[in-house]
């Protein structure tokens, strides 16, 4: 299996493949880390006049920095953990449907939502002059807009979490339900009842653990994209604390210029934080299998 | 027992129900005049937005511009992802590279972007078509690579081994074998790379500069000018294609991998 270097130059296609994975793949991250790198410490760019630490102690000096990675930690959290519990409910419920008839094509419609549309029919929905606020104040819940509950640009990002299920819910459902006809769950759960277990047994203690074991990579995955998103928290989100996207975005944004190597700092301790999950993914072992 | 599939199917409508209101949503949403609080239902519909979209051509300009470059990145991805995977798939140190291919694609677009700005500026590409097309394509080819290295099986590598041994070449393997039983995968892989660029806001913004206005790009700015029925209509028109392409998927996206 192993592939020496005259196999590697008389395939091609093979070589033709390495390169592009270097300059397409490895390339751009090296580039990327290391001009991060070079910025933060004073190397490269408008402030590159040589060597300093100043740029790292003043990104931590306040507690800026530390509380938008908490934040986005935790949206990532409610979204994985929300939507995958909604989403083990809906194919628990209706995997029948979801693999023949009608639902199984109306839940691509949810999926072709992108996180800006999004994140706009959230605004739509849940800010004070929205739809349940129109909903609440017809059923005599709402007196007028400023009465409505801060659902949108709220401090603990609920229009975040929400637009963000809208996105994740479908695709999560669609994840467990190949898991549910992959691992032929149904069968299991007839066999565990012809065991004596009864129906609430065999779809805690059978069905539940092998769709959040088996899913377990991808909700790790969505953790990370939800750690890294830009558009919701944008629309949505509030002023303070901001997603790591957005605090990034607006450092490298500003007028003043001091603030662009704060930017790269930030970059750098995401991307950090970015290649420990993924160990920990890789490390797993049905990964490792892989 | 009657009553228990009574119950069943009443919660099947309201869940498909559930699936259908965002879509419903902004369909009215893009017909609505006048919709002031409190009311539920707009006071006063029409056609305006629309309208207004067919007759400027302004929207029809970034439609254009996203279904571009969207698909310029679908190939290209598609195309490097291909032939990338199969020499990982058979490489004995395989999971090192499929950890560096999950680097780029689970990244922040924008942490991504800014990063690499200043790398394309200096290409000259920074606020150009081909910068947002090769920016978005790191992405995407980040995708291809994952979604294509568990195509790759030992019955394939027989089969390309097979083909050696009757005289044939890498580029006859690819054509005549290799392409072919590939279809479903490549036209799958082609769909989702291209939904990566066409969903892409971050990379528009900072790559592109504001200068590419791409239909997230324009959307936004309905969002921000508060022009509702018109942000509606740029929605409807981002969400269409992918509707489209999941549905012309299905049968591939359901089968297991």
Same mark, same amino acid.
């Given at each position: 299996?192993?592939?020496?270097?005259?196999?590697?130059?008389?395939?091609?296609?093979?070589?033709?493949?390495?390169?592009?994975?270097?300059?397409?793949?490895?390339?751009?991250?090296?580039?990327?880390?290391?001009?991060?790198? @070079?910025?933060?410490?004073?190397?490269?760019?408008?402030?590159?006049?040589?060597?300093?630490?100043?740029?790292?102690?003043?990104?931590?000096?306040?507690?800026?920095?530390?509380?938008?990675?908490?934040?986005?930690?935790?949206?990532?959290?409610?979204?994985?953990?929300?939507?995958?519990?909604?989403?083990?409910?809906?194919?628990?419920?209706? #995997?029948?449907?979801?693999?023949?008839?009608?639902?199984?094509?109306?839940?691509?419609?949810?999926?072709?939502?992108?996180?800006?549309?999004?994140?706009?029919?959230?605004?739509?929905?849940?800010?004070?002059?929205?739809?349940?606020?129109?909903?609440?104040?017809?059923?005599?819940?709402?007196?007028?807009?400023?009465?409505?509950?801060?659902?949108?640009?709220?401090?603990?990002?609920?229009? %975040?979490?929400?637009? #963000?299920?809208?996105?994740?819910?479908?695709?999560?459902?669609?994840?467990?339900?190949?898991?549910?006809?992959?691992?032929?769950?149904?069968?299991?759960?007839?066999?565990?009842?012809?065991?004596?277990?009864?129906?609430?047994?065999?779809?805690?203690?059978?069905?539940?653990?092998?769709?959040?074991?088996?899913?377990?990579?991808?909700?790790?995955?969505?953790?990370?994209?939800?750690?890294?998103?830009?558009?919701?928290?944008?629309?949505?989100?509030?002023?303070?604390?901001?997603?790591?996207?957005?605090?990034?975005?607006?450092?490298?944004?500003?007028?003043?210029?001091?603030?662009?190597?704060?930017?790269?700092?930030?970059?750098?301790?995401?991307?950090?934080?970015?290649?420990?999950?993924?160990?920990?993914?890789?490390?797993?072992?049905?990964?490792?299998?892989? | 027992?009657?009553?228990?599939?009574?119950? #069943?199917?009443?919660?099947?409508?309201?869940?498909?129900?559930?699936?259908?209101?965002?879509?419903?949503?902004?369909?009215?949403?893009?017909?609505?005049?006048? !919709?002031?609080?409190?009311?539920?239902?707009?006071?006063?519909?029409?056609?305006?937005?629309?309208?207004?979209?067919?007759?400027?051509?302004?929207?029809?300009?970034?439609?254009?511009?996203?279904?571009?470059?969207?698909?310029?990145?679908?190939?290209?991805?598609?195309? @490097?992802?291909?032939?990338?995977?199969?020499?990982?798939?058979? #490489?004995?140190?395989?999971?090192?590279?499929?950890?560096?291919?999950?680097?780029?694609?689970?990244?922040?677009?924008?942490?991504?972007?800014?990063?690499?700005?200043?790398?394309?500026?200096?290409?000259?590409?920074?606020?150009?078509?081909?910068?947002?097309?090769?920016?978005?394509?790191?992405?995407?080819?980040?995708?291809?690579?994952?979604?294509?290295?568990?195509? !790759?099986?030992?019955?394939?590598?027989?089969?390309?081994?097979?083909?050696?041994?009757?005289?044939?070449?890498?580029?006859?393997?690819?054509?005549?074998?290799?392409?072919?039983?590939?279809?479903?995968?490549?036209?799958?892989?082609?769909?989702?790379?291209?939904?990566?660029?066409?969903?892409?806001?971050?990379?528009?913004?900072? %790559?592109?500069?504001?200068?590419?206005?791409?239909?997230?790009?324009?959307?936004?700015?309905?969002?921000?000018?508060?022009?509702?029925?018109?942000?509606?209509?740029?929605?409807?028109?981002?969400?269409?294609?992918?509707? @489209?392409?999941? !549905?012309?998927?299905?049968?591939?996206?359901?089968?297991?991998?």
């Amino acid at each position: 299996m192993r592939i020496s270097g005259n196999r590697l130059l008389r395939d091609k296609a093979g070589l033709a493949g390495l390169v592009l994975f270097l300059i397409g793949a490895v390339g751009p991250i090296v580039w990327s880390v290391g001009y991060a790198g @070079a910025y933060s410490l004073g190397l490269a760019g408008f402030f590159g006049r040589g060597f300093t630490w100043k740029y790292w102690a003043g990104a931590f000096t306040g507690d800026e920095i530390l509380r938008s990675f908490i934040f986005s930690g935790s949206v990532a959290l409610a979204v994985v953990c929300v939507g995958g519990a909604f989403a083990v409910v809906i194919v628990l419920t209706f #995997h029948r449907q979801l693999i023949q008839g009608v639902l199984a094509s109306l839940l691509y419609v949810p999926l072709a939502l992108s996180g800006l549309v999004a994140a706009f029919l959230v605004s739509r929905w849940m800010s004070g002059a929205g739809l349940f606020s129109r909903i609440g104040h017809g059923l005599g819940l709402v007196r007028d807009p400023q009465h409505f509950l801060n659902l949108v640009n709220d401090p603990l990002g609920i229009g %975040i979490i929400a637009a #963000h299920l809208l996105l994740a819910v479908p695709f999560f459902a669609l994840t467990m339900l190949q898991i549910y006809e992959v691992e032929k769950i149904d069968r299991l759960r007839q066999l565990a009842s012809s065991l004596g277990a009864s129906a609430a047994q065999s779809r805690w203690r059978v069905a539940v653990p092998i769709l959040l074991r088996k899913s377990s990579a991808n909700l790790l995955l969505y953790f990370i994209f939800v750690l890294g998103s830009f558009e919701i928290p944008l629309v949505v989100g509030p002023q303070t604390p901001l997603m790591i996207s957005l605090l990034t975005r607006r450092k490298f944004g500003l007028f003043e210029l001091a603030q662009k190597p704060e930017a790269f700092v930030i970059s750098l301790v995401y991307t950090a934080l970015l290649l420990l999950l993924l160990v920990f993914i890789f490390r797993r072992p049905e990964e490792r299998a892989a | 027992m009657r009553a228990s599939s009574i119950s #069943h199917k009443c919660l099947a409508l309201i869940f498909a129900m559930l699936c259908l209101f965002p879509l419903s949503f902004l369909i009215v949403q893009s017909f609505a005049r006048s !919709w002031n609080y409190p009311s539920i239902w707009p006071e006063d519909l029409g056609a305006g937005a629309w309208r207004t979209v067919f007759k400027s051509g302004a929207l029809g300009t970034s439609l254009l511009l996203s279904l571009g470059t969207a698909t310029s990145v679908g190939v290209a991805a598609t195309a @490097a992802g291909f032939l990338t995977s199969r020499y990982i798939a058979y #490489h004995p140190r395989r999971r090192i590279f499929l950890f560096l291919a999950y680097v780029p694609f689970v990244m922040s677009p924008v942490i991504l972007g800014t990063c690499l700005l200043y790398l394309f500026i200096k290409l000259g590409i920074a606020d150009h078509f081909s910068g947002l097309v090769a920016g978005q394509s790191i992405i995407a080819y980040g995708f291809a690579v994952v979604f294509f290295v568990r195509f !790759w099986n030992p019955q394939l590598r027989a089969l390309q081994d097979l083909v050696y041994t009757l005289g044939g070449g890498t580029w006859t393997a690819f054509r005549r074998v290799l392409i072919p039983l590939a279809r479903g995968p490549l036209l799958v892989c082609f769909c989702q790379t291209f939904l990566i660029s066409w969903f892409d806001y971050g990379l528009a913004l900072i %790559i592109g500069g504001g200068k590419i206005q791409t239909l997230t790009v324009r959307l936004f700015a309905f969002i921000t000018e508060a022009n509702m029925p018109l942000a509606a209509v740029s929605a409807l028109f981002l969400i269409t294609p992918p509707v @489209a392409l999941f !549905w012309l998927n299905r049968r591939f996206l359901l089968k297991p991998v």
